[in-house]
């Protein structure tokens, strides 16, 4: 059956839904209860290669054993001080990228990336100091969730998309993805956030699929300018239509946004700007999360004390708005959001 055609033709498997596997299983005339095996033992038993689904009939898993599964390898680990875990996954065609595990007392949070590289050029962020290099496919992102999954010998609770890349410049793929982790994976659609710094139309887009994911969204600025110099991408977004489609989506989805807000000491954290931010988002259904920022090498911003953390946090509270403050985790592994960036280890 696969004389004619080049195993690196055949998408890989991960990703499926029951429904493909079913369409996959019959074109090889197998019994139809193959494609819930193939399903457990791909998303639950997480092999690596079909020719480990040792139910299958021996003839059968040696005509499919080359098809692939579409799981990356470890290439390195880091373990930080609080036990968040930093992998450097390795693709298909040598590509890097990083995923992080970051355990609390019950729950495993997975940080995933949706590309390799990103072209926002956020200043403040390690992964756009870097190259851009292409998207991740959905079975790229389902294998980190499954990669972590297994290596911590634990179920992953939440998964967030605030590795590298843009989600939503990979709109497609991480849709399947997310439909992926929610139905074969098992990972509730509330489970699952999706962080991004706004792409004109895309947040509308998304609003329409109707998902109860949680949207975050990377503010950072109080007003249009000083967001522009922060987040460049910003030039072509104004604030006030970033806001009406952040509006759009909490009336289409019912469900609140986060507002990501990376605190600069001495650039951001003024009192005026928990004012002006407090303004924009008076009556919105939304929280802000502060996130103090986690120090790169590239730019010489300064972290907030805790001090001045807590006193914007008040700040903001007094004006009504709800807020918290992020923990850092990973911090002294480069592991903690923004510190992102694969070297290539070939
Ligand atoms: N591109 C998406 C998702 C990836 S970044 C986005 O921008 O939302 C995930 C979060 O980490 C974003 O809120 C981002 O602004 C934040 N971040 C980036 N660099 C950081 C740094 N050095 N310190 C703290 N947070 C940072």
Redesign the pocket.
Known sequence: MLDHLSVASIPPLLGASRTQLANWVKQYQQPAYRAQQVHQWIYQKGVRSLSEITVFPKQWRTEIADIPIGRSQINHRSIARDGTVKYLLKLADGQVIETVGIPTQKRLTVCVSSQVG?P?A?D????GKGQFLRNLACHEIVDQVLTVQEDFQQRVANVV???????LLNQAQVLAAIRSLNQDVGIGQRSLTL???GIPGQIRQLAEQKLQITL???L?ASNQLLRTQLVPSAQHYPLEKLLQDCQFYVAVTGRRITF?Y?VLSGVNDQPEHAVELAHHLRGFQSHVNL??????SEVDYERPTQKRLQEFLNCLKEQHITASIRRSRGLDRDA????LRATQIK
Do not use: K, R
């Open positions: 990103c926002m956020c403040f962020c390690a992964t998309f605030m590795g590298m890349g843009e989600p962080s991004t710094v975050a969204v990377s950072h990501e990376i996130i103090p920022y986690n120090p790169i903690a959001c923004g510190q």
